[in-house]
């Protein structure tokens, strides 16, 4: 079963507006990480937050990690019409070398002009 | 720009078929991963190695099999394609950190 579970499902906005996402995981974690995916192509890796890390920013893009709760959040300020995509959260579990990497179930984000 | 490289990126076969899918890095990452997703569905890990000779199977059954003889290569193969594997392959690799991923495979089989 997968370790993430995201909602919304989807998400539907305008440009300009702000666009949240949520994740939330059951094992305890090294880093959490949002990736992006375009329709039909690989994933890109967007920001990595450490377990002992609550908020990190990059560009438009603010990510918060609440361990206590087990959950994630992606904010996208300003949304563009090109920011329409899919993305998934992933999470490395805190289990040394062997453990991989798992993601979410995805949000797929449309921006409408 | 990621070092990961897929080949094919489309492959339509025929019932029955064997093929492989090639999956190469060249960023010296003992972690690789393949994952199979339909259109605008989640990703489901179906094999991870974490190091040469090392592979295991993922969380959704698959009736593929890897193997990683280098760290470079990680190929997956099909001894006997079926409509039901039709689907997209997606393979990654990541340090202690991100994953990079590559293009995928979208598989058909008719």
């Known amino acids: 079963s997968q370790q993430g579970e995201e909602d919304p499902q989807a998400l539907s906005i305008q440009e300009g507006e702000n666009a949240t996402m949520n994740c939330s995981y059951k094992?305890?974690?090294?880093?959490l990480q949002w990736y992006r995916q375009n329709s039909g192509r690989g994933l890109v890796h967007l920001i990595l937050?450490?377990?002992?890390?609550r908020e990190k920013h990059s560009g438009r893009l603010r990510v918060t990690l609440d361990t206590s709760k087990k959950s994630s959040s992606l904010l996208i300020t300003a949304s563009r019409a090109a920011d329409t995509a899919s993305y998934f959260c992933?999470?490395?579990?805190?289990?040394?070398?062997?453990?991989?990497?798992?993601f979410g179930t995805g949000t797929r984000l449309q921006v409408t002009l | 720009e990621a070092d990961i490289y897929q080949t094919p990126r489309y492959l339509v076969i025929g019932t029955g078929k064997k093929i492989t899918l090639e999956c190469s890095q060249t960023?010296?990452?003992?972690?690789m991963y393949w994952y199979q997703q339909d259109p605008g569905m989640e990703l489901h890990l179906i094999h991870y190695?974490?190091?040469?000779?090392?592979?295991e199977k993922g969380d959704l059954s698959s009736e593929s099999t890897v193997s990683r003889i280098r760290t470079e290569h990680f190929p997956l193969t099909l001894e006997s394609a079926r409509p039901s594997h039709t689907s997209q392959y997606l393979c990654?690799?990541?340090?202690?950190?991100?994953?990079?991923f590559g293009q995928g495979t979208r598989l058909t089989v008719v």
């Open positions: 990654a690799s990541s340090g202690e950190g991100e994953a990079f």
């Open positions: 094992t305890s974690i090294n880093n």
């Open positions: 937050i450490r377990s002992n890390e």
């Open positions: 992933a999470t490395a579990p805190n289990t040394g070398t062997a453990s991989k990497l798992t």
């Open positions: 960023m010296g990452h003992d972690k």
């Open positions: 190695s974490y190091g040469v000779n090392s592979t």
